[in-house]
């Protein structure tokens, strides 16, 4: 069936390191997409890649989407105790959106 | 403007009890819906979706069930409650296959 992993499953860092997360999928995807979760809360919506290769920046933020269409990043640069959370990316394949096993972030002041 | 609400927030079930978590969607019509599930530490489960009145897909076996007897409103329910039931249940909407989803703020059950 299909499935969508995210490494790592966590990550601690530094206030001012860099953070990347990695989603792979076992499938060709129509586009992914990259929600975030506040400890306690509920998913919320960042970003929707769909095209090979696309890169989007939200601030520090820096999503990409594989040649393939398989695999995505999202980077973080000189992270915040504000970007504490778990990040997951959800995948479509057909008509549904497959989430990956999220990556939990630890920001250390 | 959209929302959505989903409720109990917190609930804490007996083995065998019954289960009946409501999510409700305001502000638009004919949206897909969706039921997961959250274990601890662990990534979101497709448990149910339904793109219409009456129409509900499920993703994974098991003791739970789904319904949506009204365009926005979308139920999960449970005969029996296990152990294994307990997490965190969210629900979410979305307009079409190529929009963002939206989370409710989710109920945590605990089975005891």
């Known amino acids: 069936g299909q499935q969508v992993m995210q490494i790592p499953q966590y990550q601690h860092v530094q206030e001012g390191e860099d953070f990347t997360t990695y989603c792979n999928s076992s499938t060709t995807l129509s586009n992914i997409q990259w929600y975030k979760q506040r400890p306690g809360g509920h998913p919320v919506f960042l970003i929707q890649?769909?095209?090979?290769?696309e890169v989007k920046k939200q601030k520090r933020l820096t999503f990409q989407f594989g040649e393939a269409k398989k695999n995505s990043s999202l980077h973080i640069t000189a992270t915040q105790t504000t970007d504490v959370g778990t990040y997951f990316c959800a995948g479509r394949t057909g008509n549904q959106f497959y989430f990956g096993t999220g990556t939990s972030l630890t920001v250390i002041p | 403007s959209q929302t959505i609400h989903q409720w109990p927030a917190t609930l804490v079930q007996p083995v065998g009890s019954p289960l009946s978590l409501e999510c409700t969607v305001e502000g638009t019509s004919n949206p897909n819906l969706y039921w997961y599930r959250q274990a601890a530490g662990r990534g979101l489960q497709l448990l149910f979706y339904?793109?219409?009145?009456?129409?509900i897909s499920s993703e994974v076996p098991q003791n739970l069930s789904a319904s949506r007897p009204q365009d926005r409103q979308f139920i999960l329910s449970s005969k029996k409650l296990l152990l294994s039931d307990s997490g965190f249940y969210l629900c979410?909407?979305?307009?079409?296959?190529?929009?963002?989803?939206?989370f409710g703020q989710g109920t945590r059950l605990t089975v005891v």
């Open positions: 979410a909407w979305r307009q079409g296959l190529n929009t963002e989803a939206f």
């Open positions: 890649l769909v095209k090979s290769g």
């Open positions: 339904s793109v219409g009145i009456g129409q």
